[in-house]
């Protein structure tokens, strides 16, 4: 079935420090994999999304992440933290196949704090 | 700027109400998901539709949620009756099957049941 591992429960990160959240997946095929943003009392806004090609991928915000098959994992970076960058942080994966076409499996989360 | 919306934001309800959670999914989309968010759980999926059949619901407590969507523009998910573990936020989403599968999510309702 498939599943996605965010390992960190919580990060704390000094703005302008370099961030990597990570995220691990299990999944049968070519996977599509997705990183979301949820702010305190918002809902969950799209950063960017990898299905084919480049494995590194730019998304909003100055965030990017690279898809390493051979590691089954997606992790999401940034150079340079922001204060506003402090949010909660969902990995997914979409499945492609047969009736579930569509259906995304997100991870628990990673929870960003940065100091000032 | 093409967004979901969703009614109501709060709700507070007392055990044993109906509460009835409202979505206009982004015009065109063809997919509709809700969710329930708590601490304890996380995100949830609670239903699904394509083109307004639903398509797995098997997340919900079926003896009290139902979803539905009685149109393309409107999907509903009823609790009746309601109980204090129903509350969470919970959120709507909705996508285009066949050109990605990126889902965008409206900003949720809170439901408090006491």
């Known amino acids: 079935a498939q599943s996605v591992t965010q390992p960190d429960i919580h990060i704390t990160v000094s703005e302008g420090a370099s961030l990597e959240l990570r995220c691990n997946y299990s999944?049968?095929?070519?996977?599509?994999l997705f990183w979301y943003v949820q702010s305190p009392g918002q809902g969950l806004q799209l950063l960017l999304k990898?299905?084919?090609?480049?494995?590194l991928v730019q998304g909003i915000k100055g965030f990017e992440a690279e898809f390493k098959r051979s590691q089954s994992s997606f992790n999401l970076r940034k150079p340079s933290v922001h204060w506003s960058d402090a949010a909660e942080y969902f990995c997914?994966?979409?499945?492609?196949?047969?009736?579930?076409?569509?259906?995304?499996?997100f991870g628990r989360g990673t929870q960003l704090t940065v100091w000032p | 700027d093409a967004r979901v919306t969703q009614t109501p934001r709060h709700k507070v309800t007392e055990m044993g109400q109906e509460v009835t959670m409202r979505c206009q999914p982004i015009?065109?989309?063809?997919?509709v998901f809700w969710y329930r968010q708590t601490m304890m759980q996380g995100l949830e999926l609670l239903a699904y539709?394509?083109?307004?059949?639903?398509?797995?619901d098997s997340g919900m407590p079926k003896d009290r949620f139902s979803a539905e969507m009685p149109d393309a523009t409107l999907a509903t998910l009823k609790i009746q009756p309601s109980e204090p573990r129903d509350s969470a936020v919970y959120f709507c989403?909705?996508?285009?099957?066949?050109?990605?599968?990126?889902?965008?999510f409206g900003p949720g309702t809170r439901l408090t049941v006491t």
């Open positions: 999944y049968g095929a070519t996977p599509y």
């Open positions: 989403a909705s996508g285009l099957d066949g050109v990605s599968y990126e889902q965008y």
């Open positions: 990898y299905f084919s090609g480049d494995t």
């Open positions: 015009l065109g989309h063809n997919t």
């Open positions: 997914a994966v979409g499945d492609d196949r047969g009736s579930t076409l569509g259906r995304l499996y």
């Open positions: 539709f394509r083109n307004r059949a639903p398509l797995d």
